[in-house]
């Protein structure tokens, strides 16, 4: 499974996310439910079927969704999907909670509770930047975040996707050129929390973090270079992004 913002299901999400954001409640839910009538492919009806339980208000609706949405999940055998099944056992006890079912409540806490924390995602990884860099050198935290001005960050940040770390590098403060560079982490690492199950269901973009330097073997020239008006687009939601990061 590769993460595709272009993909029209993911669009209708995002931008249903973005019709939450502004509080409009009810057009984030038409938007969700025309994903869930595009969706063909199985990530796209986990994607979709996530989206239309979480804007559910009735408990035993969101229940259902929820339900549909892991029985799709459970099909895919991916890491990036795999990092979901914690928040999704535990809305779905939270549900049986609220129904007062007790027993169905405890038997999926239990479920949220057996997974592993630490992501299994064996990479490559990679790190977008405009630095001028070597093999062997290393990178390292507590520097100033793309996103939000002035604002040091506590962690190294990289991807699993290439084309994901050239959209970090486009975005990078400067104007010296764009840079991927394949990277090790030397220390362990974890979900990036701003975007698993804060934005998406598990990581479908492979993100992650570290408080240990990441150590440069390589780097990489083909990956796909968004447009300038792509990046427009890109700088202008990030400049109407309210959202605090998680650092």
Not at 29 to 44: C, I, K, N, Y
Not at 177 to 198: A, C, H, L, M
Not at 226 to 232: A, D, G, K, M, N
């Amino acid at each position: 499974m590769e993460f595709n913002p272009k993909n029209n299901v993911v669009k209708l999400c995002l931008q249903g996310m973005t019709l939450e954001d502004q509080g409009d409640s009810a057009g984030a839910g038409r938007l969700f439910h025309q994903a869930w009538s595009d969706a063909t492919e199985v990530w796209e009806k986990f994607l979709a079927a996530y989206y239309v339980a979480r804007c559910q208000k009735d408990v035993s609706d969101k229940l259902k969704w929820l339900e549909k949405t892991l029985s799709f999940a459970l099909k895919i055998d991916d890491d990036s999907v795999r990092s979901a099944f914690p928040n999704l056992y535990l809305n779905i006890a939270q549900c049986f909670e609220l129904l007062d079912d007790t027993e169905k409540a405890v038997e999926y806490n239990r479920m949220a509770a057996s997974y592993q924390a630490k992501p299994s995602d064996k990479g490559p990884f990679y790190h977008g930047t405009r630095a001028n860099l070597q093999v062997g050198d290393l990178l390292m935290p507590g520097g100033l975040s793309n996103y939000v001005a002035d604002l040091k960050m506590n962690h190294i940040y990289f991807t699993a996707m290439m084309n994901g770390a050239g959209l970090a590098a486009a975005l990078a403060k400067g104007e010296t050129p764009q840079r991927v560079y394949i990277v090790e982490p030397t220390g362990s690492f974890e979900n990036d929390p701003n975007v698993t199950d804060k934005k998406f269901p598990g990581n479908p973009t492979r993100s992650y973090r570290s408080l240990a330097p990441l150590k440069i073997i390589g780097e990489v020239n083909d990956w796909v270079k968004i447009t300038s008006e792509e990046l427009q687009e890109w700088k202008e939601k990030l400049a109407k992004n309210k959202g605090n990061i998680i650092n």
